[in-house]
């Protein structure tokens, strides 16, 4: 079964500096990735998923992530990172099956200061 | 309707008592899901369905959680005899139901049960 590891519970960025959220996965093969967001009081929001083809995939409110095979990893970016993006961040795989079950991550929060 | 909704929004009940979660999807979602929140831990995977069945039950904790859905549309997730360990966010999401675990989930707002 697939599993997802958060190394960081908490980050503190300034607004306006760059942002990068470590995502580690365990997965036979290549699984499909996703990166969620949730923003207090909201509902969790996909920002970008990695299916095939180009490793660098890019979302939605200027967020970008990586899919690194040899790492097993899928680290979230941003360049430059706004107030509005205080939240927390999940991480998530899906095995390539007819399963529809997801594995999220324990998430991480993000504090952005002025 | 727009979105996932869930409700109730909040529910507080004491210990050993019974409670019904509902979720409804967005219309035209065939796969609906709930997973469980709790506090400080990620999202924790309850039961899947695609239309009105059910697949995969894996994650109901015990046999006290069961789930339903009704008409390819709204589901009820209850739990029974309620524990304190059972506080969390429950948390429902809908996809279109072609895609597999490749899907995009939509999510409602989530019910904060807190049992006393």
């Known amino acids: 079964a697939q599993s997802v590891t958060q190394p960081d519970i908490h980050i503190t960025v300034s607004e306006g500096a760059s942002l990068e959220l470590r995502c580690n996965y365990s997965?036979?093969?290549?699984?499909?990735l996703f990166w969620y967001v949730q923003s207090p009081g909201q509902g969790l929001q996909l920002l970008l998923k990695?299916?095939?083809?180009?490793?660098l995939v890019q979302g939605i409110k200027g967020f970008e992530a990586e899919f690194k095979r040899s790492q097993s990893s899928f680290n979230l970016r941003k360049p430059s990172v706004h107030w509005s993006d205080a939240a927390e961040y999940f991480c998530?795989?899906?095995?390539?099956?007819?399963?529809?079950?997801?594995?999220f991550g324990a998430g991480t929060t993000v504090t952005v200061r002025a | 309707g727009a979105g996932v909704s869930q409700s109730p929004s909040n529910k507080v009940t004491e210990k050993g008592k019974d409670v019904e979660l509902r979720c409804d999807p967005i219309?035209?979602?065939?796969?609906l899901y709930w997973y469980r929140q709790r506090l400080g831990q990620g999202l924790e995977f309850l039961i899947y369905?695609?239309?009105?069945?059910?697949?995969?039950k894996s994650g109901l904790p015990s046999d006290r959680f069961s789930a339903e859905r009704t008409g390819e549309s709204v589901s009820t997730l209850t739990i029974q005899r309620t524990q304190q360990e059972d506080s969390a966010v429950y948390l429902c999401?809908?996809?279109?139901?072609?895609?597999?675990?490749?899907?995009?989930?939509?999510f409602g707002s989530g019910t904060q049960l807190s049992v006393l």
């Open positions: 999401a809908s996809s279109l139901g072609t895609g597999g675990a490749g899907e995009k989930l939509f």
């Open positions: 997965y036979g093969a290549t699984p499909y």
């Open positions: 990695y299916f095939s083809g180009d490793t």
């Open positions: 998530a795989v899906g095995a390539r099956s007819n399963d529809y079950k997801l594995s």
């Open positions: 219309s035209g979602h065939t796969a």
């Open positions: 369905f695609q239309g009105n069945s059910a697949p995969d």
